[in-house]
């Protein structure tokens, strides 16, 4: 179960049951997590910096568009 920070009260709906989220830090399920997030109820999570993803290779194509 993920901690957020709740940043606004929100309720979550799911099976036929509605909760009421206070603001604070919460252990959320992963649902609740999403839906706060994608709302704005809650940050989005910092990216860890050491374990980022590489950034894709630029195309081929576009390299040559640089050089002409």
Do not use: C, L, W
């Amino acid at each position: 179960m993920p901690k957020i920070k709740i940043t606004q009260a929100f309720n979550f709906h799911s099976g036929g049951v509605t909760k009421h989220y206070e603001k604070g830090e919460r252990d959320v399920t992963q649902a609740v997590a999403d839906h706060a997030v994608a709302r704005g109820y809650s940050p989005k999570p910092a990216e860890p910096e050491g374990d980022a993803a590489p950034p894709a290779a630029e195309p081929a194509a576009a390299k040559a568009a640089k050089k002409a």
